[in-house]
């Protein structure tokens, strides 16, 4: 608990207590000589006025100057000659002037300290009886007199010790919650600061993530408009080539040998390769851009994967390796851009191509109750589990040797994966090293009218091995 707190609070009262102890008996010792004519009989009481004012003003000006124990000291000092002057010249019996001392009493507890209501109350009994000694014989007047005043001065100073004391203690107990309550109100400036503080980080920390956004989106739409340019300026010539090479091969300008045959075929097929990269590269920058757009529609997906597989046989590396159709007797309803998704399956295909020596390739097409899947599996070199997630990346080939000797950009799945997600389905791979790969397309089935008129797109089914 907060001593000095209580003391100062002492302070206070003794400056309103001692000018208003003070006052009042310097008025009541006037009076009361101004009463008695005689300056003979009233010259303690003309005493009385100037000690009490004296010592009014010495209390008063020394709390001023923060020396409250001389001052109240020496006011009650004072005040306890001043009544024992009056006891000693006019008590007289059934006078009430030994009960003044109480006043005395009480006010010392307030503002000196509980237990010194005692220590007055012990000094104004001396002084009491030596007062009324001097009006009565007899030792047994004398306690007759005393005793009253004695034993009621006594009540009122153990009341007045405890009234202070809890009074000292409620000050204490409130100066202490005060001091924890400025201490929180602290903690709560400094907690608001820190706030403040991190808030203008925070809000530095965003206007340089939004200046680092815009300065992305513009690079974004620079790197797009740079290969649509560059899209644009390459494909003439790469056709051109092409085509070129197509009929130089064909004969349709003159004899060309053989040799001449086989370079002008590897010429051909370096530049529809080139026209695919471009095509892959062209498709990455629109989907990163935000600017690939599908076409859904009901399609005939037999014809679609027939295209694709179509495709694929020119592309494998042995003629011996089978293409093998395991399509379903009733084909499933799906909406897809056809395009888009017989560009993603010809890029499973193709990898299963790149891959595959020997064996067989199957394109593997089943409904289920609410999705459809496309399997597309091989008999090729297979990919461990832990790089299943590894295919999908961007520019991520497994195999970078057995990569070399296959042409590709390792774009592919990666490109393929994002199609099936932009058509609401998933793209996933089992595989094992030697055992092959299957790459797995799930789609939800189109959407069926209910009977309320809205559309409802049914959850995707679990996966279902063949």
């Known amino acids: 608990m907060d001593q000095a707190y209580s003391k100062e609070l002492r302070a206070d009262t003794a400056v309103l207590l001692i000018p208003l102890i003070a006052g009042a008996t310097a008025v009541a010792a006037l009076f009361a000589a101004i009463i008695v004519e005689d300056f003979v009989a009233s010259w303690h009481l003309w005493l009385s006025v100037v000690l009490a004012t004296a010592s009014g003003l010495f209390g008063w000006r020394?709390?001023?100057?923060?020396?409250?124990?001389?001052?109240?000291?020496?006011?009650?000092?004072?005040?306890?000659?001043?009544?024992?002057?009056?006891?000693?010249?006019?008590?007289?019996?059934?006078?009430?002037?030994?009960?003044?001392?109480?006043?005395?009493?009480?006010?010392?507890?307030?503002?000196?300290?509980?237990?010194?209501?005692?220590?007055?109350?012990?000094?104004?009994?001396?002084?009491?009886?030596?007062?009324?000694?001097?009006?009565?014989?007899?030792?047994?007047?004398?306690?007759?007199?005393?005793?009253?005043?004695?034993?009621?001065?006594?009540?009122?100073?153990?009341?007045?010790?405890?009234?202070?004391?809890?009074?000292?203690?409620?000050?204490?107990?409130?100066?202490?919650?005060?001091?924890?309550a400025q201490q929180r109100r602290d903690e709560l400036f400094a907690i608001q600061e820190a706030l403040r503080l991190a808030n203008a980080k925070l809000h530095s920390a965003n206007e340089e993530l939004e200046n680092a956004r815009q300065t992305a989106v513009s690079e974004r739409d620079l790197r797009t408009r740079f290969m649509h340019q560059v899209s644009h300026e390459l494909r003439t010539p790469i056709n051109t080539i092409v085509n070129f090479a197509h009929i130089l091969g064909q004969g349709e300008l003159g004899d060309v040998s053989d040799q001449q045959v086989d370079y002008l075929g590897r010429i051909e097929k370096s530049g529809w390769h080139s026209m695919s990269v471009l095509n892959d590269l062209l498709d990455l920058a629109q989907m990163n851009a935000g600017e690939f757009h599908l076409k859904m529609k009901l399609v005939d997906l037999h014809s679609v994967c027939e295209e694709a597989m179509a495709s694929v046989r020119s592309l494998l590396r042995s003629p011996e390796i089978a293409l093998v159709r395991d399509y379903p007797d009733v084909w499933p309803e799906v909406l897809v851009d056809p395009k888009r998704f017989q560009q993603a399956l010809l890029n499973l295909l193709g990898n299963a191509a790149k891959y595959t020596d020997e064996g067989h390739i199957a394109l593997r097409v089943?409904?289920?109750?609410?999705?459809?899947?496309?399997?597309?599996?091989?008999?090729?070199?297979?990919?461990?589990e832990a790089h299943h997630e590894a295919v999908f990346q961007e520019f991520r080939q497994l195999y970078e040797t057995s990569a070399r000797?296959?042409?590709?950009?390792?774009?592919?799945?990666?490109?393929?994966?994002?199609?099936?997600?932009?058509?609401?389905?998933?793209?996933?791979?089992?595989?094992?090293?030697?055992?092959?790969?299957?790459?797995?397309?799930?789609?939800?089935?189109?959407?069926?009218?209910?009977?309320?008129?809205?559309?409802?797109?049914?959850?995707?089914?679990?996966?279902?091995?063949?």
């Open 62 to 180: 020394a709390l001023k100057q923060e020396r409250r124990i001389v001052g109240t000291v020496v006011f009650t000092t004072v005040h306890l000659l001043i009544f024992f002057l009056i006891i000693y010249k006019n008590w007289m019996p059934g006078s009430p002037l030994p009960y003044l001392y109480a006043i005395l009493i009480i006010a010392s507890s307030m503002f000196i300290q509980p237990d010194f209501s005692f220590v007055v109350w012990g000094i104004a009994t001396l002084l009491t009886t030596i007062g009324i000694s001097a009006h009565t014989e007899g030792i047994t007047a004398l306690l007759q007199q005393i005793s009253s005043p004695i034993i009621v001065n006594f009540f009122v100073a153990g009341a007045a010790y405890f009234s202070a004391l809890e009074w000292q203690v409620a000050v204490e107990s409130v100066s202490s919650l005060h001091l924890k």
């Open 366 to 384: 089943r409904s289920h109750e609410q999705a459809a899947t496309f399997a597309v599996e091989d008999t090729g070199i297979g990919i461990p």
């Open 405 to 466: 000797r296959r042409i590709g950009t390792g774009l592919g799945l990666s490109i393929s994966r994002h199609l099936i997600e932009r058509h609401g389905g998933t793209l996933t791979l089992h595989s094992k090293p030697g055992h092959g790969s299957t790459f797995t397309i799930t789609l939800p089935l189109a959407n069926t009218i209910q009977p309320n008129g809205r559309n409802h797109t049914p959850t995707i089914a679990p996966e279902r091995p063949f």
